[in-house]
């Protein structure tokens, strides 16, 4: 079993920056790909971005690409999404995300644990 905690939302101006983070308890953090969602209002929950729990290996939806970077500190059992140049369009809830398997990440039934989520607004 394993508990997710977001920390980091906030309303921001476009152009501004937000560091979203995520803590999990358990001592089986490594063993876990990690990943973030996101919800925005009327809309299905989307993939953001997953850093694998091995070699590292990230995958990000297009639309973040260049401006979103996830990473992962194992040691602090945490998981990070440094948000820069954000946009109105990147409005929502933002989840993170635990699944022991691998591969298809941006289904969002594949992955087996989740927060409560965290609010990102960012205004024009």
């Known amino acids: 079993q394993v508990q997710l905690v977001e920390s980091g939302g906030g309303l921001v101006q476009a152009g501004g920056s937000l560091r979203l983070s995520c803590a999990a308890s358990?001592?089986?953090?490594?063993?876990?790909?990690m990943g973030w969602f996101r919800q925005a209002p009327g809309k299905e929950r989307e993939f953001v971005a997953a850093?694998?729990?091995?070699?590292?290996?990230?995958r990000y939806v297009d639309s973040v690409k260049g401006r979103f970077t996830i990473s992962r500190d194992n040691a602090k059992n945490t998981v990070y999404l440094q948000m820069n140049s954000l946009k109105p369009e990147d409005t929502g809830v933002y989840y993170c995300?635990?699944?022991?398997?691998?591969?298809?990440?941006?289904?969002?039934?594949?992955?087996?644990?989740w927060g409560q989520g965290t609010q990102v607004t960012v205004s024009s």
């Open positions: 995300a635990a699944r022991l398997g691998a591969g298809k990440v941006v289904v969002t039934t594949l992955w087996d644990y």
């Open positions: 850093i694998s729990r091995s070699d590292g290996s990230i």
């Open positions: 358990g001592r089986t953090f490594s063993s876990y790909t």
